[in-house]
């Protein structure tokens, strides 16, 4: 049975938040219903929210692995890991092509063997070969106490995982077959998609939520795959207006939009809309919820100059939206959007567009460094590896808190509506 709800996590931008996100809005959902499970898969390049969901991203020295990627490599193997994940849903394809290739003979004939078979049922057509997710599923609280114990994870180990040296090739090209899958061009991607697409339906009924992190260079291979198994893509923002006009042109050919989705959805291999943009690290002046001029909800008070600003550039992507209906064509459900109290464009403001506030450093720090959500923090004083230690107060946790509830809220539905751990 598919999970009710299934997220990636893309920008083409790093530097944006979008695995803090993935980290917070992943175990949030996963404590606010201990009754399912929450799967995160890491497809990022740099392995960060594996670090963070495994004991957080400390290093003991300069050089040094982080804490979290060091105890995946300890506790796990490259078959095990999402590179192996990715390796085995390739084989699956080659698998099925010798099955086809090499049809079952039909029961019956003149020999006595015919003879004997044949009084059998005649024998099924190969069944397609099949991946089972729960090989590469590690559970973080079997590590970190702090992540919540229904939270499950394929890890990937940064340049362990996704090295080209970790096929034995030399010097692979990005055209060559014994290259790894997620450094090749073309559309060599796809049928994997197809087969990951069916891993994550095949999962069992109390996974409700599958949330994926992805890399920052948004054409490759790994983010096409998040983006064409998942149903939905949050989509976390800086303020800076180079980074946002990034997301329509990119001298890379790492566009989100331009440059991944639209020929994904033209080529019909895209499954995820945009379904949030969220601006990411914005200040605050009060914890109530407001609404922008333009209709943007955020779940406190910004000043206004970062209201405006917020206005600013969700107005920009209404105009995209016009200008080139393929834009506006990535929205989820937009082709059923009809204004409310107002109009069109102040209706795709306030669908589309909330923030993320601006956390206290030390909670934020904190949360990094030791692999401790905010969802579980309390008001206890707290040490890092690195020596930095404090604790924060518990009208501040409380409050976000109640925001990273509105944002999951947002993003899964009303079901993940449940009371606060207590700071």
Same mark, same amino acid.
């Given at each position: 049975?598919?999970?009710?709800?299934?997220?990636?996590?893309?920008?083409? +931008?790093?530097?944006?938040?979008?695995?803090?996100?993935?980290?917070?809005?992943?175990?949030?959902?996963?404590?606010? +219903?201990?009754?399912?499970?929450?799967?995160?898969?890491?497809?990022?390049?740099?392995?960060?929210?594996?670090?963070?969901?495994?004991?957080?991203?400390?290093?003991?020295?300069?050089?040094?692995?982080?804490?979290?990627?060091?105890?995946?490599?300890?506790?796990?193997?490259?078959?095990?890991?999402?590179?192996?994940?990715?390796?085995?849903?390739?084989?699956?394809?080659?698998?099925?092509?010798?099955?086809?290739?090499?049809?079952?003979?039909?029961?019956?004939?003149?020999?006595?063997?015919?003879?004997?078979?044949?009084?059998?049922?005649?024998?099924?057509?190969?069944?397609?070969?099949?991946?089972?997710?729960?090989?590469?599923?590690?559970?973080?609280?079997?590590?970190?106490?702090?992540?919540?114990?229904?939270?499950?994870?394929?890890?990937?180990?940064?340049?362990?995982?996704?090295?080209?040296?970790?096929?034995?090739?030399?010097?692979?090209?990005?055209?060559?077959?014994?290259?790894?899958?997620?450094t090749r061009k073309g559309e060599q991607?796809?049928?994997?998609?197809?087969?990951?697409?069916?891993?994550?339906?095949?999962?069992?009924?109390?996974?409700?939520?599958?949330?994926?992190?992805?890399?920052?260079?948004?054409?490759?291979?790994?983010?096409?795959l998040a983006l064409a198994v998942c149903?939905?893509?949050?989509?976390?923002?800086?303020?800076?207006?180079?980074?946002?006009?990034?997301?329509?042109?990119?001298?890379?050919?790492?566009?989100?939009?331009?440059?991944?989705?639209?020929?994904?959805?033209?080529?019909?291999?895209?499954?995820?809309?945009?379904?949030?943009?969220?601006?990411?690290?914005?200040?605050?002046?009060?914890?109530?919820?407001?609404?922008?001029?333009?209709?943007?909800?955020?779940?406190?008070?910004?000043? %206004?100059?970062?209201?405006?600003?917020?206005?600013?550039?969700?107005?920009?992507?209404?105009?995209?939206?016009?200008? %080139?209906?393929?834009? +506006?064509?990535?929205?989820?459900?937009?082709?059923?959007?009809?204004?409310?109290?107002?109009?069109?464009?102040?209706?795709?403001?306030?669908?589309?567009?909330?923030?993320?506030?601006?956390?206290?450093?030390?909670?934020?720090?904190?949360?990094?460094?030791?692999?401790?959500?905010?969802?579980?923090?309390?008001?206890?004083?707290?040490?890092?590896?690195?020596?930095?230690?404090?604790?924060?107060?518990?009208?501040?946790?409380?409050?976000? %808190?109640?925001?990273?509830?509105?944002?999951?809220?947002?993003?899964?539905?009303?079901?993940?509506? %449940?009371?606060?751990?207590?700071?």
């Open positions: 049975m598919a999970p009710s709800h299934s997220v990636c996590f893309c920008n083409n +931008r790093g530097g944006v938040g979008k695995t803090f996100m993935a980290f917070q809005t992943a175990c949030e959902a996963a404590r606010a +219903r201990p009754d399912k499970k929450v799967l995160v898969f890491d497809f990022s390049l740099y392995s960060d929210i594996t670090a963070l969901l495994l004991g957080g991203s400390a290093r003991e020295g300069f050089g040094a692995p982080m804490k979290g990627l060091q105890v995946t490599v300890e506790n796990t193997t490259e078959d095990t890991r999402a590179e192996g994940l990715i390796r085995d849903l390739e084989h699956a394809m080659d698998v099925d092509a010798t099955a086809a290739a090499n049809p079952p003979a039909a029961a019956g004939g003149s020999s006595i063997f015919g003879a004997f078979f044949s009084k059998k049922p005649p024998l099924a057509a190969a069944a397609p070969a099949q991946v089972d997710l729960n090989k590469y599923l590690i559970r973080p609280a079997d590590f970190n106490p702090a992540i919540p114990p229904n939270l499950y994870l394929v890890p990937s180990a940064g340049a362990v995982s996704w090295s080209e040296e970790t096929t034995g090739a030399a010097h692979p090209s990005p055209d060559d077959n014994d290259a790894p899958l997620w991607w796809w049928p994997v998609a197809q087969r990951l697409r069916a891993a994550v339906e095949a999962l069992s009924a109390d996974f409700d939520a599958v949330m994926i992190d992805t890399d920052h260079l948004a054409a490759c291979v790994l983010t096409k149903d939905s893509v949050v989509v976390p923002l800086s303020f800076d207006d180079r980074d946002f006009n990034r997301l329509f042109q990119d001298v890379t050919g790492n566009a989100l939009f331009t440059d991944v989705m639209i020929p994904m959805r033209a080529a019909g291999h895209l499954r995820a809309r945009v379904h949030r943009m969220v601006f990411t690290r914005v200040s605050s002046n009060k914890n109530e919820p407001t609404v922008t001029a333009a209709s943007s909800s955020l779940p406190f008070t910004p000043p %206004k100059v970062v209201m405006d600003q917020i206005d600013h550039l969700a107005q920009q992507t209404w105009a995209a939206c016009m200008f %080139k209906d393929d834009y +506006r064509l990535l929205f989820k459900n937009i082709e059923e959007m009809v204004p409310t109290g107002g109009n069109l464009k102040t209706t795709f403001c306030g669908t589309f567009f909330t923030g993320m506030k601006q956390m206290p450093d030390l909670a934020t720090n904190i949360s990094n460094l030791n692999g401790i959500p905010i969802c579980t923090m309390t008001g206890e004083k707290y040490r890092a590896p690195s020596g930095l230690e404090g604790q924060t107060g518990k009208p501040a946790l409380d409050s976000i %808190k109640a925001e990273l509830q509105v944002l999951v809220m947002n993003m899964l539905g009303e079901e993940y509506n %449940k009371p606060l751990q207590a700071s």
